[in-house]
């Protein structure tokens, strides 16, 4: 038998970025083929992680495999550098790859985030990797995968255009505010990721590299550095973003996604950018300037 | 003035330690040692071993007390170590027609040969507390047993039906044919019979065992009968590419039941039963009972059934059986969605103003 | 009528291990046409009907539709994306239940809209004009164009199944038992119905029912089945009034007023 005696435990080395080579490898294959293929979910055999399905291993496991010793990672969530989800994930990195981390958006090489794009505009040579719950855009209309793979094999998506007749029968506008489906170089419907449509626009023709991953559901998607991505909609009912009647009340923002914070019980409400790190350095430049 | 709020690191990191402290519990009562969950707890040790996809009883063990008795989360343990294991090869198949005994049982015949030996089993006790145990333990006079047929090979119930012709073959896998695995290939429906299995035998056994009982309780009815029971220890051979010979690595427990069905015949199959397959590491019964119940279910298909019932939908049974995925996906919520919320606050204050802008029409209508 | 049939069967048969369901089924069927098929319950016609809409494959036999381009083609050889466009642009199938025809949880609007959308149209006030164009030809009223369809008596929802189909300008509709579980005031409308869309838009029909006045009032042909074959056919009229086929005469003859 294979025994170990109550108090011998073996002990590992984690491989660089905790996946071993093998596993890197055959994500990689994965990812090829989803670039050669824009918008179109590849299948892979997506591994347990120390963090549960659910909280990014798909993303985890993306960054993982692409991840070399010279590259430095900002991970975020909603957005922040800082929110709980964001932390353990660069810490999982920090330790497992000892790679170089990095608050800053233009500083970074790999992006690994979850529901938000940053504000500060990518570049050539940049990698964001999307965590995704639920690649499916379909899923909510259609819930067998059998069904969901000869609509997108066909190109039958009238039943996602139907979804977004009914909302504005119903509602006078289409009803989807995250997670907003696209069409990818004019062929695959697909999942942006819970994103606020807010960010879908900087899908299009980003000059950075899109990767999504979704490793409980064990898909894996891309859409490569330029290519066109359309929000669907109807001609005479537009893709619309959200937007704010205020700037951000830290920096003064007006082009950034605001949260919302309550600051008392009697309805005080303050709005500040999403993204913190575009936010601390507006506000980094008005105080060399002297703006107050 | 608000500041945004930091610190996101440092709560972490007493988070962790406040983990510490609640695991330990009071410094007072003695630390459990791996070689008490390992001795006395083993049906928590064969759970986590059978889902977590791992035989390792003490790595098992040290999942449990690391997870605080969660077996869930030690599961979930054990499968993100196991990730980080290199993959040797494949085994041979295990032999269960060569199982060392400990518990044997049939439900289709009153006695058959080989016995029904009932080996350490709730099934007749009576479920009372037994406030004996609240103390630790006096020396207790051990059990009899019978004595143990080493080589004896007990015949499978499922062969007598068989010699009668009564019982569909078992399925024959050429020894040349590729086994497919789930963890190196990810399920795409239909799935063959073989990735089934490996679904279910990891599959987590609450789900399974309403997923079974859902088809004692008529949705989708197989009329069950537990054909034999098995549990014991076999060993686990391995072919070196460098010998070209077998070796045992291994030996371990598995309990294996087969279950034993109804079939009324097509035009080109006869009457006959149709069997249903569990395997679960260590002494897990209901989980191997549950298994093969719902392997059954999903069979029908092949069977050319009507699929009318939960338990018969493939795609629904394998894609939600996973306690790790179900889990995470679950206990995922808790995360910050504060982003996707605003949106939907934007929305749901602009619907609202228009809706109420509709119910008001001699108000001025509100600048945009 | 044009020179060839629209749509040839030829030997078609259809098995469920030794159950016959319906053997040895041939006929033609021109553009403009409506054929009748009669039978009791169990007597294989809702299974030929699902043969010959591409909705079962036949155990023998052949199904071929006549496409404008491409002339003859074989309906269970085809890809199944070639007949799933078939089925939804060139074709119909109004199903005895609504629900299994319809979506139940969208609008009636997007119901009819629907083959328009799955065909690309993106403009929505055009899809929603064209959607209230065809809810008035079937005799719906316009203003329930944003209720969902269990809103609706199942009379209209089987006008909700015709509009829905009719938007994409199919050349040839089955009906399955149309009229099934409606009063005879309603079936009487909705026959008048598609007597009318038949002859306007120049359809050809297939109609199964177990209804003789159905038949009589509706279809220019009528196969008889009985257990599978087709034991009679011939000018709905002539069936009807001087029927050969002993069965023939017993349906008619236990038909008031048939």
Same mark, same amino acid.
């Given at each position: 038998?294979?025994?170990?005696?109550?108090?011998?435990?073996?002990?590992?080395?984690?491989?660089?970025?905790?996946?071993?080579?093998?596993?890197?490898?055959?994500?990689?294959?994965?990812?090829?083929?989803?670039?050669?293929?824009?918008?179109?979910?590849?299948?892979?055999?997506?591994?347990?992680?120390?963090?549960?399905?659910?909280? +990014?291993?798909?993303?985890?496991?993306?960054?993982?495999?692409?991840?070399?010793?010279?590259?430095?990672?900002?991970?975020?969530?909603?957005?922040?550098?800082?929110?709980?989800?964001?932390?353990?994930?660069?810490?999982?990195?920090?330790?497992?790859?000892?790679?170089?981390?990095?608050?800053?958006?233009?500083?970074?090489?790999?992006?690994?985030?979850? @529901?938000?794009?940053?504000?500060?505009?990518?570049?050539?040579?940049?990698?964001?990797?999307?965590?995704?719950?639920?690649?499916?855009?379909?899923?909510?209309?259609? /819930?067998?995968?059998?069904?969901?793979?000869?609509?997108?094999?066909?190109?039958?998506?009238?039943?996602?255009?139907?979804?977004?007749?009914?909302?504005?029968?119903?509602?006078?506008?289409?009803?989807?505010?995250?997670?907003?489906?696209?069409?990818?170089?004019?062929?695959?419907?697909?999942?942006?990721?819970? *994103?606020?449509?807010?960010?879908?626009?900087?899908?299009?023709?980003?000059?950075?590299?899109?990767?999504?991953?979704?490793?409980?559901?064990?898909?894996?998607?891309?859409?490569?550095?330029?290519?066109?991505?359309?929000?669907?909609?109807?001609?005479? @009912?537009?893709?619309?973003?959200?937007?704010?009647?205020?700037?951000?009340?830290?920096?003064?923002?007006?082009?950034?996604?605001?949260?919302?914070?309550?600051?008392?019980?009697?309805?005080?409400?303050?709005?500040?950018?999403?993204?913190?790190?575009?936010?601390?350095?507006?506000?980094?430049?008005?105080?060399?300037?002297?703006?107050? | 003035?608000?500041?945004?709020?930091?610190?996101?690191?440092?709560?972490?990191?007493?988070?962790?330690?406040?983990?510490?402290?609640?695991?330990? !519990?009071?410094?007072?009562?003695?630390?459990?040692?791996?070689?008490?969950?390992?001795?006395?707890?083993?049906?928590?040790?064969?759970?986590?071993?059978?889902?977590?996809?791992?035989?390792?009883?003490?790595?098992?063990?040290?999942?449990?007390?690391?997870?605080? !008795?969660?077996?869930?989360?030690?599961?979930?343990?054990?499968?993100?170590?196991?990730?980080?294991?290199?993959?040797?090869?494949?085994?041979? /198949?295990?032999?269960?027609?060569?199982?060392?005994?400990?518990?044997?049982?049939?439900?289709?015949?009153?006695?058959?040969?080989?016995?029904?030996?009932?080996?350490?089993?709730?099934?007749?006790?009576?479920?009372?507390?037994?406030?004996?145990?609240?103390?630790?333990?006096?020396?207790?006079?051990?059990?009899?047993?019978?004595?143990?047929?080493?080589?004896?090979?007990?015949? %499978?119930?499922?062969?007598?039906?068989?010699?009668?012709?009564?019982?569909?073959?078992?399925?024959?896998?050429?020894?040349?044919?590729?086994?497919?695995?789930?963890?190196?290939?990810?399920?795409?429906?239909?799935?063959?019979?073989?990735?089934?299995?490996?679904?279910?035998? %990891?599959?987590?056994?609450?789900?399974?065992?309403?997923?079974?009982?859902?088809?004692?309780?008529?949705?989708?009815?197989?009329?069950?009968?537990?054909?034999?029971?098995?549990?014991?220890?076999? !060993?686990?051979?391995?072919?070196?590419?460098?010998?070209?010979?077998? *070796?045992?690595?291994?030996?371990?427990?598995?309990?294996?039941?087969?279950?034993?069905?109804?079939?009324?015949?097509?035009?080109?199959?006869?009457?006959?039963?149709?069997?249903?397959? !569990?395997?679960?590491?260590?002494?897990?019964?209901?989980?191997?009972?549950?298994?093969?119940?719902?392997?059954?279910?999903?069979?029908?298909?092949?069977?050319?059934?009507?699929?009318?019932?939960?338990?018969?939908?493939?795609?629904?049974?394998?894609?939600?059986?996973?306690?790790?995925?179900?889990?995470?996906?679950?206990?995922?919520?808790?995360?910050?969605?504060?982003?996707?919320?605003?949106?939907?606050?934007?929305?749901?204050?602009?619907?609202?103003?228009?809706?109420?802008?509709?119910?008001?029409?001699?108000?001025?209508?509100?600048?945009? | 009528?044009?020179?060839?049939?629209?749509?040839?069967?030829?030997?078609?048969?259809?098995?469920?291990? %030794?159950?016959?369901?319906?053997?040895?089924?041939?006929?033609?069927?021109?553009?403009?046409?409506?054929?009748?098929?009669?039978?009791?319950?169990?007597?294989?016609?809702?299974?030929?009907?699902?043969?010959?809409? +591409?909705?079962?494959?036949?155990?023998?036999?052949?199904?071929?539709?006549?496409?404008?381009?491409?002339?003859?083609?074989?309906?269970?050889?085809?890809?199944?994306?070639? %007949?799933?466009?078939?089925?939804?642009?060139?074709?119909?199938?109004?199903?005895?239940?609504?629900?299994?025809?319809?979506?139940?949880?969208?609008?009636?609007?997007?119901?009819?809209?629907?083959?328009?959308?799955?065909?690309?149209?993106?403009?929505?006030?055009?899809?929603?004009?064209?959607?209230?164009?065809?809810?008035?030809?079937?005799?719906?009223?316009?203003?329930?164009?944003?209720?969902?369809?269990?809103?609706?008596?199942?009379?209209?929802?089987?006008?909700?199944?015709?509009?829905?189909?009719?938007?994409?300008?199919?050349?040839?509709?089955?009906?399955?038992?149309?009229? +099934?579980?409606?009063?005879?005031?309603?079936?009487?409308?909705?026959?008048?119905?598609?007597?009318?869309?038949?002859?306007?838009?120049?359809?050809?029909?297939?109609?199964?029912? @177990?209804?003789?006045?159905?038949?009589?009032?509706?279809? @220019?042909?009528?196969?008889?089945?009985?257990?599978?074959?087709?034991?009679?056919?011939?000018?709905?009229?002539?069936?009807?009034?001087?029927?050969?086929?002993?069965?023939?005469?017993?349906?008619?003859?236990?038909?008031?007023?048939?």
């Amino acid at each position: 038998m294979i025994a170990l005696g109550a108090h011998a435990l073996p002990s590992r080395a984690h491989n660089f970025a905790y996946l071993d080579e093998q596993t890197k490898r055959m994500i990689r294959r994965a990812l090829l083929k989803a670039v050669a293929v824009p918008g179109h979910q590849v299948p892979f055999a997506s591994r347990e992680m120390p963090l549960p399905y659910g909280w +990014g291993t798909g993303g985890i496991q993306v960054t993982a495999s692409i991840l070399g010793a010279d590259d430095v990672l900002k991970v975020i969530d909603q957005g922040a550098d800082d929110t709980t989800n964001a932390v353990n994930i660069r810490r999982l990195f920090a330790k497992t790859a000892d790679v170089a981390t990095t608050t800053r958006t233009e500083d970074a090489t790999v992006i690994q985030t979850r @529901h938000r794009i940053p504000e500060t505009p990518l570049r050539e040579g940049q990698i964001l990797v999307f965590q995704v719950p639920i690649p499916e855009p379909l899923r909510w209309l259609e /819930p067998r995968e059998t069904e969901t793979l000869k609509l997108h094999a066909l190109a039958d998506y009238g039943l996602m255009q139907v979804d977004l007749y009914e909302d504005i029968a119903q509602y006078g506008r289409i009803a989807q505010s995250y997670d907003y489906p696209i069409e990818v170089h004019g062929r695959y419907v697909s999942s942006p990721s819970p *994103i606020p449509k807010f960010d879908n626009p900087k899908l299009d023709r980003n000059p950075a590299l899109l990767l999504f991953g979704a490793g409980r559901e064990k898909r894996i998607y891309a859409i490569p550095p330029y290519t066109h991505v359309k929000s669907l909609d109807f001609d005479d @009912h537009p893709f619309t973003v959200e937007k704010w009647d205020r700037p951000c009340d830290l920096c003064g923002a007006t082009d950034s996604y605001l949260d919302e914070v309550v600051t008392d019980d009697k309805g005080g409400r303050l709005f500040c950018c999403s993204d913190t790190d575009y936010c601390e350095k507006r506000r980094a430049a008005s105080a060399e300037k002297g703006v107050p | 003035m608000y500041v945004a709020v930091k610190g996101g690191e440092k709560a972490i990191a007493n988070s962790e330690r406040l983990v510490a402290e609640t695991r330990r !519990g009071d410094p007072a009562v003695p630390e459990l040692s791996l070689a008490q969950i390992q001795q006395q707890l083993t049906l928590a040790v064969d759970r986590v071993m059978t889902e977590g996809a791992l035989y390792d009883r003490t790595l098992a063990a040290l999942a449990i007390k690391q997870a605080r !008795g969660d077996l869930i989360e030690a599961i979930f343990l054990l499968r993100a170590y196991r990730t980080t294991l290199p993959r040797l090869g494949d085994s041979l /198949p295990v032999e269960t027609a060569r199982m060392l005994l400990q518990r044997r049982i049939s439900a289709t015949f009153k006695d058959v040969p080989g016995g029904q030996v009932l080996g350490p089993t709730f099934d007749y006790t009576h479920r009372l507390l037994d406030f004996e145990l609240a103390e630790t333990a006096s020396a207790k006079p051990s059990a009899e047993s019978a004595p143990a047929e080493p080589e004896a090979t007990v015949p %499978r119930v499922a062969d007598l039906l068989g010699r009668e012709g009564l019982i569909e073959a078992a399925p024959v896998q050429a020894a040349e044919a590729p086994v497919p695995d789930l963890t190196q290939v990810p399920l795409v429906f239909p799935a063959e019979r073989a990735l089934r299995l490996q679904n279910l035998a %990891r599959g987590d056994e609450g789900f399974l065992l309403a997923m079974g009982y859902s088809t004692q309780r008529g949705y989708g009815h197989t009329h069950p009968f537990v054909g034999e029971i098995r549990m014991g220890t076999v !060993g686990v051979e391995y072919v070196p590419p460098e010998l070209g010979f077998p *070796i045992e690595v291994a030996e371990i427990t598995v309990t294996e039941c087969d279950m034993v069905n109804q079939f009324r015949g097509t035009d080109t199959a006869p009457p006959q039963f149709t069997r249903g397959y !569990g395997l679960a590491f260590g002494a897990a019964e209901r989980k191997a009972m549950a298994m093969a119940l719902v392997d059954r279910a999903l069979r029908s298909r092949e069977l050319g059934e009507a699929r009318t019932a939960p338990a018969q939908d493939e795609e629904f049974v394998l894609s939600h059986s996973d306690n790790v995925e179900a889990s995470g996906f679950v206990q995922h919520l808790k995360l910050p969605h504060y982003v996707d919320f605003q949106s939907e606050l934007v929305l749901v204050r602009a619907m609202r103003r228009e809706w109420d802008g509709d119910r008001k029409p001699n108000l001025p209508e509100a600048a945009e | 009528m044009s020179e060839a049939p629209l749509l040839r069967a030829s030997g078609l048969g259809k098995s469920y291990g %030794r159950i016959e369901a319906c053997r040895d089924v041939s006929f033609e069927l021109w553009p403009g046409e409506v054929l009748g098929v009669v039978g009791e319950s169990g007597s294989g016609k809702t299974t030929l009907l699902r043969c010959l809409a +591409g909705e079962i494959e036949p155990s023998s036999g052949t199904v071929e539709f006549r496409d404008l381009q491409d002339g003859f083609l074989d309906v269970h050889r085809m890809s199944e994306a070639r %007949r799933r466009f078939l089925m939804r642009i060139q074709w119909g199938i109004v199903h005895q239940n609504p629900r299994d025809g319809l979506r139940m949880t969208v609008s009636a609007g997007a119901n009819v809209g629907e083959r328009l959308m799955a065909a690309g149209a993106r403009h929505y006030g055009r899809i929603r004009t064209e959607a209230l164009q065809w809810l008035e030809r079937v005799e719906l009223d316009t203003a329930r164009i944003d209720d969902l369809p269990e809103l609706f008596s199942g009379g209209m929802q089987q006008r909700l199944q015709i509009a829905r189909i009719l938007v994409s300008k199919p050349r040839l509709v089955f009906l399955d038992e149309p009229t +099934g579980g409606l009063d005879v005031s309603v079936q009487a409308r909705i026959l008048d119905l598609l007597r009318r869309l038949a002859r306007d838009l120049g359809l050809a029909v297939v109609i199964v029912t @177990h209804d003789l006045g159905v038949a009589r009032l509706l279809t @220019h042909r009528l196969m008889v089945m009985r257990q599978g074959r087709v034991v009679e056919e011939g000018l709905t009229d002539q069936v009807l009034d001087d029927p050969h086929d002993p069965y023939t005469q017993l349906l008619v003859s236990s038909v008031i007023g048939a």
